[in-house]
């Protein structure tokens, strides 16, 4: 069964439509009336990115000469235009898993969260993240308005997910000490965050960080407040600045620059 040609076989979600080629599968099982073949995760992820094979009514086959008889005959193509609708159909009923999370305080989408096959992206639902630190024991919940935009990219590899967030949470970690290293990132995605195509569920779970990348920009002075009164100073950063590391000798009052 070596001789089956999988590029002539097509699938597709109707009788009218073009399909795809059959790639990245084999067969399995003796010559005989049945032969198996095994479509693998990059062509089921192509599929389902696709609307395809979502359901019996968009499961459907057509094909060229991809096979022979025993005694070389080939089979007589089956114009897509006529394409054969799926006799048995077994759904997705497999949860999706994440494969990568990455945080990257230089890029603008911040969180990158990857899983193993395509997402739909009407389903996310960012108010069930929040962020940990292990070295401090805190979490930082994502608020509604925290995320500023997401994206999503369905492909052969599975869905990646990218989520930029709000300069306040951004401050809200660095106050908490979260994601602020590979040890003190990690994020708690509760119940409910997304499905995949067929409404399976993302399962709960705490996903330490695969790819860390700090922030490289150094923080600004926008303002500075004296109360000669109280004799208190005060100076107002772009961002979080490390109070223990402040090094006040630094500083110089001046009457004109
Ligand atoms: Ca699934």
Redesign the pocket.
Known sequence: MSSILFAAIYLSDSASSSGLPLVNSSVSGQNDFVVNIHVGSEMLNVL?SRGFYLSQNRSFICFDSFVRDMFGNAISPLACTHALQVSGYQA?????DITAFDFNWSSSAKVTIRL??PIAASSINVSVLAFFSALTNTSVAVGPADVTNFSVANDALGSLIGLSISETLADSFALAGVCLSPQSCAVLIGDDFVA???G?ILPAQLVAVDNFVADSTAPSLINVEVDMDSGYVTLIFSEPVDAANFAVSGVQLQAAP
């Open positions: 389902k997705d009923a497999i949860q999706p193993d096959e995949d195509m067929s399976n």
